[in-house]
């Protein structure tokens, strides 16, 4: 017996819901089908609405029109940050089952409303933490609840931005200003809250918090400098410029035809260089990141106490070479430090020997977040067809964006502590 082909309606076509998602949704024809998309920009529009074939007549580039009628089985939900809430109440008043992209949102009394509409509504709702299905970080979860460290006392973790991401999303991009998105403890470590809560394994009871935006501004801005890269006399040796970033690194990584961050700048496909530099030249990734409209910090620290006992500490930073987490986790009977960015987890049992594990080996299905996007929509269908309950269910993404919201809280004022439930 053939099992059930799910349709799927995409909300927002940009790199998660086009390309992350929708070609892994196309990837699996077996599993799903995409039959409608919804974007307010026409060459994305367009250029998605070929790739994974759906009529014209399932193209829309207005929000009423397409929520006039539920379009699929699954309504993934990859907009900006300020749109999910608003979007995914109506995606379950209409009956879909939601695909739902991090964050949720920065407020609270949102936050909670969701949950209040499907309860109301009764639709299955996943969250993208999309980490949680990657296999290095459910391996050192599996390690945690099986005792191999004893109990788990503290968690050190810390999120290297690296100085390109940074400058690409939160000085020049989409995630660059709190009033139009989300606060960056958010934006950007929503991954790395849900993760410490997850491996706490209970609830977070306070939060404190501090960091500013250091670097990022026209006061570091150097001398006789462009406010546009590529009229900059740096634009060939400035480590942030466009040039440097986008078209040197496009080149030096074998110009691919399609790899993100470049096909963030660009509706063109294949890349070319000629689009890349003309994305530079005019629109808003070819900006001075000195002089940006930018207001996400570029470093915060951050500290936990959950309701069993363990603390964690979360320091986010912009200014690392490269970017991905270190993760070290402290128990009474051994330690285990997970690096991303040495493709290792090394677990260090007390009186015993030693063991590394590689990270690349146990993401064998590759696909980004170390084969995390990949474990999400394989867990969709696992949970639409009535297998599996959702790991990232809507109330436990909830609870880490409380501690967000908390942390939020803490730094604007100075870092005072925080009671993630009043």
């Not at 909300?11 to 024809?29: D, N, V």
């Not at 035809?257 to 530099?277: F, K, Q, S």
């Not at 690096?339 to 007390?350: G, H, L, Q, S, Y």
Request: proline share 3%.
């Amino acid at each position: 017996m053939s099992e059930k082909i799910f349709t799927v309606a995409i909300l927002g076509c940009g790199g998660r819901g086009g390309e992350s998602y929708g070609r892994l949704f196309a990837k699996m024809p077996e599993k799903f089908r995409i039959v409608s998309v919804c974007d307010y920009n026409s060459e994305k529009l367009k250029k998605y609405g070929k790739i994974f074939g759906v009529p014209e007549e399932m193209l829309f580039s207005d929000e009423k029109e397409f929520f006039a009628a539920k379009r699929a089985d699954v309504l993934t939900v990859t907009t900006m940050d300020a749109d999910h809430v608003r979007q995914a109440e109506e995606g379950l008043r209409l009956g879909y089952d939601l695909l739902l992209e991090k964050p949720i949102s920065d407020s609270r009394e949102e936050c909670l409303r969701l949950l209040e509409a499907q309860k109301k509504y009764g639709g299955k709702v996943l969250v993208c933490h999309v980490l949680r299905y990657a296999p290095a970080f459910r391996k050192v979860f599996d390690l945690i609840r099986e005792g191999t460290i004893g109990r788990l006392v503290a968690i050190q973790a810390v999120e290297q931005v690296a100085y390109w991401h940074q400058a690409h999303s939160y000085v020049r991009g989409n995630w660059r200003r709190t009033e139009d998105t989300t606060p960056m403890i958010l934006a950007k470590c929503c991954h790395d809250l849900d993760l410490l809560q997850w491996y706490a394994g209970a609830r977070c009871e306070s939060v404190s918090s501090v960091g500013d935006l250091t670097f990022f501004n026209e006061k570091n801005a150097p001398e006789n400098t462009a406010a546009r890269c590529m009229e900059c006399r740096l634009r060939d040796s400035c480590p942030y410029s466009a040039k440097v970033l986008y078209v040197d690194r496009w080149k030096k990584a074998g110009s691919p035809e399609n790899e993100w961050p470049y096909n963030v700048l660009t509706t063109a496909l294949p890349l070319t260089e000629e689009a890349i530099r003309g994305a530079i030249g005019k629109g808003p990734y070819g900006r001075c990141v000195f002089r940006c409209d930018n207001d996400a910090v570029d470093h915060q620290l951050t500290q936990m106490t959950f309701a069993n006992g363990v603390k964690a500490t979360l320091t986010m930073t912009a200014f690392t070479a490269e970017g991905g987490r270190i993760m070290k986790f402290c128990g009474t009977l051994g330690e285990i430090v997970l690096n991303e960015t040495e493709d290792k987890i090394d677990v260090k049992p007390f009186g015993k020997a030693p063991e590394c594990l590689r990270i690349g080996v146990l993401a064998e299905s590759g696909y980004a977040h170390g084969g995390g996007d990949y474990g999400l929509i394989s867990e969709l269908y696992e949970v639409l067809s009535g297998r599996a309950k959702p790991e990232t269910s809507l109330e436990a993404s909830v609870e880490s964006h409380l501690m967000g919201l908390a942390a939020e809280e803490s730094l604007l004022q100075g870092g005072a502590l925080i009671r993630v439930h009043a």
